[in-house]
Structure formats: structure tokens, C-alpha cells
């Protein structure tokens, strides 16, 4: 996983709440067996439509995808998270995520960050009224800013400890766990004998 | 959860019980007693296991099925389709390769994984249990702590058998009172989201009790946990008690030290004097079926009344939702829900799909022609389900009835296979997501109960059985 310390990239407004990774990609495009090339099932649906954000021109290189409240809810499928990255996007912004979602980002490397509604709206004013405009994700200072020409702002956000430190050091999950190997192996002798196992079969 | 001298919700106890290794300032090490497997989320996580060169820590507490991309039609001939048959064909060599127990197409208890769980007796109170499902959630029915995870979270899993997580917070949902005639468990959970919203269980875990909770069989309590994710919750349990031990009993994987496990099971509930983070009421007397108009399941509203008019919404994020919705619904606000006409009904999925599900949907139909204007397909959780209802005659009924009867599998829950909506086609489906497109591209989705359904298939809009 690469190292998330600093970002500096365009935004993309999209205005509607309850994105559901459904909408992110759709089931077709789940059939296949690798991470990557899931690019072209983003918002696959919406994307057929000439008016969808993403086909706007002034958006079109965006890596901050600042979207409304409850993003990602539904489904489990990582492949939402990995059709995102593929796209290219680094950042998503949003007043909140399902939790799976959110826990499926941080596993991937994609930065999710929560911001009240009215910062929100207020980003994708500014952006709608400057495409170009840069904002800088800044995770070591957990702040988002901004300056246009009318508008400027710097926002704090909220992440745990923990997430923030495994994305800055881009670290593997299942490598810390394993150095937690004696202690499992503790938790397993303790483990009820009552408790079923797969196999055999009965 | 929180963490004071007080009593325990049941959650905490679990999760206290599970708990490899706890450090301030880091999530939790949590233990995971069984992981269930599919074809669609995870060839990368064995993929990420063969790089690293690591093994399945525990293949015996590890099971697989075939079930979301599977053809309901024609399953003793290879896929048809070369890209779904290379998934399939993946899991079955990533399961022989790491030592997988798996049940295939064609296999008795091949089936979907939530319904597979339970019926092998695998699904067992105070267990930790995981899937790379959202649906995951459908176990906790049974007192276990179980939720869905994303295919990074499977390949840690299968190397560590743990999660690191962070505890969730605790909400109560109490259901008193008494259900009327033609109300179901999934009317309470329709109900239950539109109150609380996609996002209200965001970061609990929801505890189901009362009474109408406790009068409901083990089904109808899979059928509430199973929609617990639509609310936004992770896990959603009910505790253990008579009905879940004798649901257990007699399964293959039921404990053979049963009176070791019972002696554990009694200890499975929320202490008289723990505290909840949040507690919601609903009352059951008024409850009544429930059907979604909209594009999410908290879009729902009584079967006896109309489309929602979005101007009178004040919430501007929900005006806006519930104005897209309808567009894409095709819906005109002040519409008597009854008056809507369905192309499809299907009954089936994880929410929906057991035996008492087809019974409850057989019995509206036996003897009765479903309408002309509509096409009806019936799709067993598993293939032990459909056997089951094969040998209490139930395909018979829906056959007779003008249903098509298939195969198991996912099928048109989330239409991966070939079993989906044509664009603008409108469904009154027994699952559980009435995303957009979620059915197939342009399809319309509105969530009922079995009832609703099998009623609906007679009369040909949406309808509940007293109207019949």
C-alpha cells in the first residue's frame, strides 16, 4: 500500500446523498478475479448520462470526490473501493460513510474524510465556481484547504490515530497481525471444544 | 460499547469473549470463530494469501459456497458465461488448493452462504461470524456477533484467522406488542429503516428484543438481522433462547457436547442493568405491510398509502433524494401504492428465501393463477430449501400457480446472473436492496414481504393478502 501523507489535487462535486456502491459499480462488473481495471464500471449507470459530473470536462481530472451524506452504503464489495482508485481518485469527502466502506477505503489506501454538511456545501460551491481550483488533503495536519479567487478555507478533520498512522507508514494489516501470532495461538487453546469446526463433515 | 461497571448488552459480552488482544489507542484484536466463503469476493484475497506465501490459518473453521454468481437455469451444464464460470471455477481450485471445504452447484448443501450457515447448524449463539457479505448480518439471529467484511478484511481473515475492529457502539431496538394478521418480520424491518434511516445504525450494533421479536421464529428473526446493514448497522443480533436451541438441535453441525454449549448459550443476554448507547421503540400493534417506493430501503411507507409528495419533506438532503427517486421510479406523488403495476415478482434471497418463506407465499397462492401481466420467479435460499418445499409440494403450487421455479442462488436479489430486470421493468421483490439498477440496468425495484409478494403476483399490483 503507498504512503498517504499529502495530497494536492482537483475537486469533483457530486451532489447526491446515499451513493451506494451499487451506483459505484454495478453487480456485472463484479465477475471478475483481479484488483485493478474496474476504471470503466465507476458509476457506470450515471456515467451513461451526458449531464453526470463526471462527464463534465471541467472535472474530468478531479482526484477529491466530494459527495453527500451516507456514501458507500450496501453492499460489502471492495470492488467499489478499487474502481475509485482505479479511476483515479485519491479522496473522498463526505458528511458520512457506511461503516464497511469506510473500513474497506482505509484497507486500500483511499483516504475517506468526514465533513460537516455545510462544509461540504461549501466545497462543492467553490469548486462548481472554480474547477481548477487545488485543494490540499494534508493527513499528518488532518486538515482539507482550499483558496479560490472569491473563497478560501481551511478544515479540520477527524481520524483516528490508529488509521491515520497505518495510511501515513502505508502499512499492511495483516503483517501487523501476524506479529500478534502468540497470542492467538494463546486465544485458541482457550477456545471451547462445543464450538463447531467446518470439517469434517458430520 | 461502552465500558463501565454496569451490566453487558450482549453485544459487549461477545465481543469481550473474542477479544485476542486489547491496547489503548488501537482497535481491537478480535478472534473469528467461523468465516463463510463466496465466489465473488474472494479470488483476491487468495490471491493476496499465494503472493505472500501464507496459508489458511484455519481451513476447519472455514466454509465456502457457490451462490451470487450462479444461473438458477440449466445447472448441470457448465456456466455459460465464460467470465462468471472463471469466478466459480476460482473458488473451487483456491478451495482445493488451501484446504476449503466448499458445497458447489449441484451439491446438496450448496445454497447462499447466510442460509447455508444455519441450516449446516454451523450458525451458533455467542459466535463471532464473518463473510464477505453485507448480509452477514442474517446470523446474528441466532445470538451471534456477525457482520460482513470487504475482500481485504476476507484474506485477513483466512491468514489470521482476526479482525482488528473497533467496538461499535450499542442501540437497543425494542418491538412490543402484537403483530395484526398479514404482518412479517420484514414489515418490522422496513419499518425499523425507514424510521431510523440508511445511515441511523452507522457504527452500532443492533440489538432486536420485545416481544414481537421474541414471538417471531428463527426465519423471521434471520429476516430482521439480514436488513440490519440497510439500516446502516454492521451486526444486528437477537438473543439467544428456546426456539434458537431447537432450531440447532438437529442440525449436522449442531454442538455434541449439547449441554456444555446450552450451559454457555444461558448466558447469552443483555443484563438487566447494562445500558444501550441508544434505544428506539416501535410498537407492533400498528404496524402494517410495509413496501419501499424509493431508490433506498428507508424510502418505505404503509402498503394503504400513497407515493410521498417530496415538497412536503423539510430535510433538503431527503427532499432531493426522495425528488430523484421518483424520477427514476417513474412514480407521480399522491399515487395509491395498490394502484402500482409490477412486470416481475420475486421471491427468494437472503431475507426471504427460506422454507417458511415459500410456505407463507404457497399458501396465498395454492389453487390461484397468478396475473397475466406479470412473470413470477421463485428462487429456494438453498438447494436443501427447494428439496425441502419439493417434498411438501410447494413447487407444485407455484408452478401451478404460473411461477417459474428455479435453482439456488442469489439470483435477481442483486441480478449478477442472468436473472435481472430489463430496463424500466418494475419488480415487487422479497430481497433486500432497491438501489437503482440494483435488479438489472433500469430496472425498479419495491421491497415487500413474501405475502405482499405471493399477492401481489395474483392481483397484479401491489397488494397485501387482505386484499385478495
Redesign the interface.
Known sequence: MDKFVTHTGTGVPLRRSNVDTDQIIPAVYLKRVTRSGYEDGLFAAWRKDPEFVLNNEDFKNGTILVAGVDFGTGSSREHAVWALQNYGFKVIISPRFADIFKGNSAKGGLLTIILPQDQVEALWDAIEAEPSMPIEINLEKRTVSYKSATSSSVMPFVIDDYTRWRLMEGLDDIGLTLKQTESIDAFEKTRPAYKPETQPAR | MASDTSGQTLAEKIWQEHV??STQ???D?L?I??HLIHE??S??AF??LRL?G?RV?R?????ATED??TPTLNIDRPIA?P??R??VD?LRKNCAEFGV?IHSLGDIDQGIVHVVGPQL??T?PG?TIVC???HTSTHGAFGALAF??????V??VL????L?L?RPKTMAINVEGELQPGVTAKDIILAVIAQIG??GG??YVIEYRGSAIRALSMEGRMTVCNMS??A?A?AGLVAPDEKTFAYIKDK??A????E??LA?WGTLFTDADARFDVEISINANELAPFVTWG??PAQGAPLTSVVPDPALIADV??R??AE?ALVYMDLKAGTPLKNIAIDTVFLGSCTNGRIEDLRSAAAILDGKKISSTLRMLVVPGSARVRLQAEAEGLDRIFINAGAEWRNAGCSMC???NPDQLAPGERSASTSN?N????QG??GRTHLVSPQVAAATALRGTLSSPADL
Do not use: C
Open positions: 485476542v488482544r489507542g488501537e482497535p484484536l478472534y470463530d467461523l465473488v469476493t479470488a483476491q490471491d493476496g505472500a501464507r490459518r481451513p476447519d473453521l472455514t466454509i451470487h454468481n458465461d467470465v462468471s472463471l469466478q476460482t471445504r447448524g454451523l451458533q459466535m464477505g457479505d453485507s460482513g467484511i470487504g475482500t481485504s478484511e484474506e485477513h491468514a489470521t484467522q482476526t482488528p473497533v440508511t445511515g452507522q457504527g446493514i440497510e446502516g454492521r449436522p453441525h454442538p455434541q457436547d449439547w456444555a454449549a454457555y431508490t433506498n438532503e431527503e432531493g433524494a430523484r442483486l441480478g449478477m436492496r438501489f437503482e439498477g440494483r440496468k433500469g
